[in-house]
């Protein structure tokens, strides 16, 4: 083979990613307000009272949003609420920070909620996704749930996939009145059936914030940017390694070494 045809080979087995711009995203939060999201986290505040699961959920989407608009300040959120069923606290999409303190003085714990039926947020979700991409944005729903005993529950066609879905579960330990694996296990379900791209999924027990917060800024990340989850190797560990020491062979004569 000479020159010309190696040359014309090496091209033709070249790999070049075309380039493309990212949509800006629409966000639609939606908070659990079951009277599980009363329970107290571990933490508390400077006066020494302990925060709720909604309190701090509310401060983590504050974090969140204030990062994302550092990222473009052209995305959007807007907010929904899961009682017995959900229902809207903020309908119209906005990039202020203010609307999110608005949402929040909406938000009541609904003492009858029972069950969680998530087919009309995802009827919604697939409402708004439409209207989104008319603008050339795509729309997210990141559900905050707070429910150990509580499975939630949805009737969606597996052909319709229209927005992501991301999800951060909030329980109690396992026991005999609570299967937090079983409701995990379906907000799995319901994550992979409708997400148009990778949708996450994070779990804590522990009642600690810090996690909390850790888990919504893995949630940063662009639908459209995001490798599978299984792939995530952040944030890194940072376990503490004590130097090297240098130590003389066995047969080396240790010389004292004089300050003077």
Known sequence: MDGREAQSSTAAARYTLQPFRLACEDILFCIDVDP?????????????????????????ILLFINAKLAINPDHRFAYFALGKSPFWLKKEFSSEVESALAAFRGINVDSSAGHADLTHLFRVANHEAKKSRAQNRILRVI????????APHHQWPATQKLFTLDVIYLHDKPGPDNCPQKVYD????????????????FESGQGLTRVLFRHMC?????PQQRCVQDDIDIPKSLTKKSPAVDQAPADQECVPVSSQ
Do not use: W
């Not at 599980?36 to 699961?53: A, D, H, I, Q, Y």
């Not at 559900?143 to 509580?150: A, D, M, P, Q, T």
């Open 143 to 150: 559900l905050l749930y707070c429910r150990s005993s509580v």
């Open 36 to 60: 599980e999201s009363l329970v107290e986290m571990k933490n508390t505040s400077v006066s020494g009272r302990p925060f709720t699961r909604l309190e701090s959920i509310k401060q983590a």
């Open 218 to 222: 893995l949630l940063l990340s662009h």
């Open 186 to 201: 379906g907000l799995v379900d319901a994550l992979e059936q409708v997400s148009e791209y990778e949708g996450y999924i």
